[in-house]
């Protein structure tokens, strides 16, 4: 029989999303990527960058801006493999412009897929969690939610608004079996950031106390940590992985 835990990684090919599919599969997990189908290169990129994983890590397309894909998909997965015990929401954009400069659909867009993307993803799993009695959920905010950033009002806006989010999911779930966290990178190797302009990138770096850009399987690590059963007491939570970037208590 297979006892495998099963795990949905939105955004599961995307700069993070990759590395968490990597280390939800080695701490025994059988993860699914949802991830929109779009980008052929990537699919390619992401099979090869997981082949070693077997059967432990496989692709779905979804759209996670769409409230009934997300339902149908939830659904599907649970007739198909009996539950989703674990969701990690990393499905995220930029669409970096000072707020003078920035049009509403760089607002919308952004938030459709950071911000309701969230809401869709854990609205359809949530009835399964606590009617099953155990559920994990990860949501990827960021340090700029934290601290805002220059450029982001939408993205910290989005960002902020995750942790909020995940702290009222977490109280209302909470006696179910069901823990919500949110993690907080700070700036990693991705290439979301790397696509900031190498000046302002390097005035960024200048600026972390551990003197480097974060690697993702520093994330990954992070939110397999959570996501095991034996976190069952950590709830609510924002967990910070920014190099020392922001600190706070
Ligand atoms: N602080 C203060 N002033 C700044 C500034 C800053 N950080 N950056 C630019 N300015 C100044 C400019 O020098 C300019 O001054 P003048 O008008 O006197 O010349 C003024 O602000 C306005 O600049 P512009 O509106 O013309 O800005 P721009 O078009 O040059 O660039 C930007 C704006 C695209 C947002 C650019 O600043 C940028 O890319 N910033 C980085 C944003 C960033 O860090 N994004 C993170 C993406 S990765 C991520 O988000 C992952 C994660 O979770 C960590």
């Known amino acids: 029989m297979d006892d495998r835990r099963i795990a949905v990684v939105t955004g599961g090919i995307g700069g993070l999303g990759t590395e968490i599919c990597r280390h939800l599969a080695r701490a025994g997990r059988r993860v699914i990527a949802a991830d929109l189908p779009v980008r052929e290169e990537r699919l390619a990129g992401f099979a090869a960058e997981t082949a070693d994983l077997g059967d432990a890590v ?4 979804l759209d996670v801006t769409d409230f009934d894909a997300c339902q149908d998909f939830a659904a599907g997965l649970e007739r198909s493999h009996g539950a989703i015990d674990i969701l990690v929401c990393a499905a995220g954009i930029t669409r970096d412009t000072t707020l003078r400069k920035m049009d ?8 459709r897929v950071n ?19 155990f559920g994990r959920i990860v949501n990827i905010s960021s340090v700029n939610g934290q601290t805002g950033q220059f ?15 995940t702290m009222a999911l977490a109280r209302e779930v909470a006696r179910k079996g069901v823990t919500v966290n949110s993690v907080a990178p700070g700036y990693c190797r991705t290439a979301m950031v790397m696509a900031v302009p190498d000046a302002v990138r390097e005035q960024i770096v200048a600026q972390i106390p551990v003197g480097r850009l974060g690697e993702p399987r520093e994330i990954a690590r992070t939110v397999a940590f959570l996501s095991d059963d034996d976190a069952g007491y950590i709830t609510g939570a924002l967990v910070p992985v920014n190099g020392g970037y922001f600190m706070s208590f």
């Open 58 to 61: 496989s692709f779905a397309p």
């Open 104 to 111: 509403e659909r760089q607002w919308r867009e952004l938030m």
């Open 115 to 133: 911000l309701d993307g969230v809401f869709n993803a854990c609205r359809a799993v949530v009835e399964g969690m606590t009617a099953r009695g």
């Open 151 to 165: 450029g982001q009002t939408n993205y910290a806006a989005a960002k902020a608004g995750i942790h909020g989010f």
